[in-house]
T-cell receptor, first 113, second 113 residues
Framework: DQQVKQNSPSLSVQEGRISILNCDYT??????FLWYKKYPAEGPTFLIS?????DKNEDGRFTVFLNKSAKHLSLHIVPSQPGDSAVYFC????????????FGKGTLLTVNP | DTAVSQTPKYLVTQMGNDKSIKCEQN?????MYWYKQDSKKFLKIMFS???????INETVPNRFSPKSPDKAHLNLHINSLELGDSAVYFC????????????FGQGTRLTVV
């Protein structure tokens, strides 16, 4: 039972263009969402997060949008750079005393020079 | 300085053996985790400890036993290894409950032959 879904296993984008990575969730108790980036043979690294009380959070080239009614979030990367090529994981937490993150399966982003 | 370090990075062992993976964090975090990334690339939580106390055990077989000698360490011991245990195991830590980012180690690729 996948509570966090990333339906696109891969995405290819030209350098300088926008990358949009999508994530859907089913658990209405989730109230905190995170994006992690992972390079091969390394652990995931935190990228950006958003609380359910917000619908947008921006950090430099990265913006996360949250649509609670649709249970959907997206990560926008503008402009995309070759160094952004990695697997991007969407994760969610129910917050409070819940200590675990529920991850999606990841989307492999390739940014072509 | 590595924030979350786990050893070994690679582990190849025969079925039936007992092995341990060590994890240490120097971030001063209260909460530590073990995640498993299986062949389908899902990252799933196995255990979580908060201040050396087990708070999450996600129906992991009894052959897996976490040990937290102090807040900075969370080791994973696996008895009677099976082929299906082959995966990448990630240790992580966070300041507190789910609404905080988790920092991950580089992963341990376990191969059971």
């Amino acid at each position: 039972d996948q509570q966090v879904k990333q339906n696109s296993p891969s995405l290819s984008v030209q350098e300088g263009r926008i990358s949009i990575l999508n994530c859907d969730y089913t658990n209405s108790m989730f109230d905190y969402f995170l994006w992690y980036k992972k390079y091969p043979a390394e652990g995931p690294t935190f990228l950006i997060s958003i609380s359910s009380i917000k619908d947008k959070n921006e950090d430099g080239r990265f913006t996360v949008f949250l649509n609670k009614s649709a249970k959907h979030l997206s990560l926008h990367i503008v402009p995309s750079q070759p160094g952004d090529s990695a697997v991007y994981f969407c994760a969610a937490s129910a917050g409070g005393s819940n200590y675990k993150l529920t991850f999606g399966k990841g989307t492999l982003l390739t940014v072509n020079p | 300085d590595t924030a979350v370090s786990q050893t070994p990075k690679y582990l190849v062992t025969q079925m039936g053996n007992d092995k341990s993976i060590k994890c240490e964090q120097n971030l001063g975090h209260d909460t530590m985790y073990w995640y498993k990334q299986d062949s389908k690339k899902f990252l799933k939580i196995m255990f979580s400890y908060n201040n050396k106390e087990l708070i999450i055990n996600e129906t992991v077989p009894n052959r897996f036993s976490p040990k937290s000698p102090d807040k900075a360490h969370l080791n994973l011991h696996i008895n009677s290894l099976e082929l299906g245990d082959s995966a990448v195991y990630f240790c992580a830590s966070s300041q507190g409950p789910g609404n905080t980012e988790a920092f991950f180690g580089q992963g341990t690729r376990l191969t059971v032959v």
